[in-house]
């Protein structure tokens, strides 16, 4: 048992990186075969029924554009030009245009159309997995990874950590509040961003360890 423990321990994130394989192969799978799966009704049903409002529309049209290519850009020109480490800020950057490429190329594999119901705003290309979702938390999460190892303060390193995970769980559900992705498509961004984003922090991390 103690073994085991120690093995769990020492492999977290690989472990974790394989979950997030699994669930994501297994929801790819669904859609390949061309299947409405039950957590995409339920997700739509939750929030159509809880959140839809007039006053929360504008809201959510707010949060996903903060996960959209306008607002992304800007943040990784901002902190080129700000951050006073080079080979942090090319690694932002590299991060927004690796993890854009990479969910484009499984949209372009996998061709889901995108839901066919009301539809708040309008979107084009595939639905599976969500670009918003999956960039989103390719790109914030990665910023949450560098907050998370340069910040010293608690208070302030907490306080952004918790703000920007808000902000990535929001943009996902924005998506399908606004019904241009199903839950699924959601889900699917989430998992293999997490996945993805394990092997390019591994990969700078020592790229920027070798070269200073």
């Not at 901002?78 to 080079?86: E, H, M, R, W």
């Not at 907490?158 to 929001?170: G, P, V």
């Not at 509040?177 to 394990?198: C, E, K, N, P, R």
Request: hydrophobic fraction near 50%; glycine fraction near 4%; include cysteine.
């Amino acid at each position: 048992m103690k073994k085991i423990k120690e093995f769990v321990i020492k492999n977290f994130v690989w472990i974790i990186l394989f979950i997030c394989l699994i669930i994501f192969f297994a929801l790819a799978k669904n859609v390949f075969n061309e299947e409405i799966i039950h957590v995409d009704i339920i997700g739509y049903e939750i929030i159509s029924t809880y959140l839809i409002s007039d006053t929360m529309t504008p809201i959510v049209k707010f949060i996903t554009n903060i996960g959209g290519k306008i607002c992304l850009i800007s943040i990784t020109i901002a902190l080129l030009l700000t951050l006073k480490n080079k080979k942090i800020s090319l690694s932002v950057c590299a991060n927004l245009i690796i993890v854009t490429l990479f969910n484009l190329l499984i949209k372009n594999i996998l061709q889901r159309p995108r839901p066919t119901g009301i539809k708040l705003i309008n979107e084009s290309g595939y639905s599976f997995p969500s670009g918003h979702s999956m960039v989103s938390m390719a790109f914030y999460g990665y910023i949450i990874y560098l907050i998370y190892k340069n910040i010293k303060n608690k208070y302030i390193k907490w306080t952004l950590i918790s703000l920007l995970s808000l902000l990535i769980i929001s943009i996902g559900i924005s998506r399908i509040y606004l019904g241009v992705h199903y839950t699924s498509d959601v889900i699917a961004g989430f998992l293999i961003a997490i996945s993805y984003l394990i092997i390019y922090i591994k990969l700078t991390n020592k790229l920027i360890e070798n070269n200073k």
